[in-house]
Structures are given as structure tokens and as C-alpha cells.
């Protein structure tokens, strides 16, 4: 028992080590624009007042670009949280969006003005794949169903 125990507690030990040092530049919010940490490469938003919010490393230098303009805020020592708000209104326009802290770069397009996805994009959508973890089950469900019918219908032989 003794020599299985260190077996045991070292691959434990070994995650708690390494998810504790786990920070890493997060951007969270949009304005009112709950993104979650989603990164995508365009986003919609109607006011044309930005604010940006996310965390990062704490007490870390956060470089956020707007249009080629860069301006850099230090995120809060105590949890990494940080809040940018762009000091004038933008233009209703595409904008090249840029946040940065270290070797992390979340980059962007920001349409301000449009109230929803264009309809060329969203037709262009259905040709996707299916989201992650449905694939693999409707073939599974595909393939016991072919087997089923396959051998139910077989004619026995006496």
C-alpha cells in the first residue's frame, strides 16, 4: 500500500501544480455583449460606444488596438480583471480590434451599426458541419440501425 500510494497522489499533484498557473488573456465582454472567452474573427455590435472587459495575468500590461491606435491599461493585481473603454464613439464601420498581453493576441473585426448577422453570412452558415459531439453519434445510431435491419430481415435457415 505504501508504494502505491506516491503512484496515486503524483498524477493529482501534477494537475493541481500545473492548473494553478494557468492564466491567460480572456476577453469576456463586448459592451453588453456577453462573449464568454468565444473567440471569433467578426462581431456585430450596435452601440457605438466600446468597452472591452476580460482578464489576463494579474497586474499584467493589456495593449488594446482600435484601428491601428494602440493604448495600453494594467489589469487588476488582485484578479486580472480589466475594463477598456474607447475614449470616443466609433464610427458605424468595420474595425480592426487588437488585445494583447505578452505572447496572447486576441484579434477581431467589429462591425458597429449592423443589428444582426448580414443574411449572406447567414446563409453561408447551414453548410457548416454539425456542432462539436453530434457527429459521431448519429453514425453510431446510423450504423446500429443498418445492423439491425440488416440482420432482422436476414431469412433463417433451419
Do not use: C
Not at 476577453?27 to 460606444?49: F, M, Q, S
Not at 484578479?79 to 458605424?92: A, N, Q, R, V
Amino acid at each position: 500500500m505504501r508504494k502505491l500510494l506516491p503512484i496515486l497522489l503524483l498524477p493529482l499533484l501534477l494537475f493541481l501544480v500545473t492548473s494553478v498557473h494557468a492564466e491567460d488573456l480572456v476577453l469576456k465582454k463586448i459592451g453588453a455583449l456577453d462573449v464568454n472567452g468565444k473567440y471569433y474573427a467578426h462581431w456585430w455590435y450596435e452601440p457605438t460606444k466600446l468597452t472591452l472587459e476580460g482578464t489576463g495575468s494579474k497586474g499584467a500590461n493589456i495593449d488594446i488596438t482600435v484601428d491601428g491606435n494602440m493604448q495600453t491599461i494594467n489589469a487588476s493585481v488582485a484578479d486580472g480583471s480589466w475594463k477598456y473603454t474607447h475614449p470616443t464613439e466609433l464610427e458605424k464601420k468595420d474595425h480592426n480590434i487588437d488585445v494583447a498581453s505578452g505572447d496572447k493576441k486576441i484579434s477581431f473585426i467589429l462591425t458597429i451599426g449592423a443589428g444582426s448577422v448580414p443574411a449572406e453570412q447567414a446563409s453561408n452558415s447551414a453548410l457548416t458541419l454539425p456542432q462539436t459531439g453530434t457527429l459521431l453519434p448519429v453514425l453510431g445510431i446510423l450504423a446500429l440501425a443498418g445492423m439491425l435491419i440488416y440482420y432482422g430481415f436476414r431469412e433463417k435457415k433451419a
